[in-house]
């Protein structure tokens, strides 16, 4: 017999042990990914900077200095790596949803308890995947996820990938029993190349 009450957690004013099938779990997450174009960046976004100052200008004087930070955070290849909570919210109002999603994400791992696992270099390796998985190319942000290539002891290396992709990679490399070895994206993701068995050269 199932835990009592194990999924009301997630939306106090629904109870998915016995709500109808349009307030289910299920029916929402279903809902959720037909409103996948809201979650993704447009290709051209990184280092397009006549389009953030044009948003900055368009905002509220007050809110202009938080709102250039946050667009420079995520869309800047050199832009900063970190973002307070405090320059966050005042900008979150005037934020994209797929902005809202990466923001919120990110700022929990470059300022946030996970800083000494992910850190700026996470950050800076989703800016330069121009948040798509680098296997598939995903781009819903929701499903993306930062990879520690070579073990979360190196926090300099990442891949960026689906959750998708992510839990194929743990399955070929994280999930065997074996010490990790240091690895490349590609070959190492890749089954190996078929090759010909030996010649039998007659006389």
């Not at 290539?149 to 290396?157: F, I, K, S, V, Y």
Request: proline share 6%; hydrophobic share 35%.
């Amino acid at each position: 017999m199932g835990t009592p009450g194990f999924l009301i957690a997630y939306d106090r004013n629904i109870c998915y042990c016995c709500s109808s099938p349009e307030k289910s779990m299920l029916a929402k997450v279903t809902s959720e990914k037909a409103r996948k174009a809201l979650f993704v960046v447009p290709r051209g976004t990184i280092d397009a900077l006549p389009e953030i100052h044009a948003r900055v200008l368009a905002a509220p004087t007050e809110v202009q200095s938080a709102l250039n930070l946050v667009l420079f955070y995520l869309f800047k290849s050199d832009g900063p790596t970190n973002l307070k909570n405090a320059q966050y919210r005042i900008a979150e109002p005037y934020l994209k949803d797929y902005e809202i999603v990466l923001a919120r994400y990110l700022k929990s791992r470059t300022n946030g308890n996970g800083r000494r696992q992910y850190g700026k270099a996470g950050l800076i390796a989703l800016r330069k995947s121009e948040y798509r998985c680098e296997v598939c190319k995903e781009d819903d942000v929701r499903l993306l996820v930062l990879d520690h290539a070579n073990g979360r002891e190196d926090t300099e290396a990442f891949f960026v990938f689906c959750a998708n992709c992510h839990q194929m990679k743990s399955r070929l490399f994280d999930w065997t029993g074996k010490k990790r070895v240091k690895r490349e994206l590609g070959p190492a993701m890749a089954p190996p190349p078929v090759t010909a068995g030996p010649t039998t050269v007659r006389s």
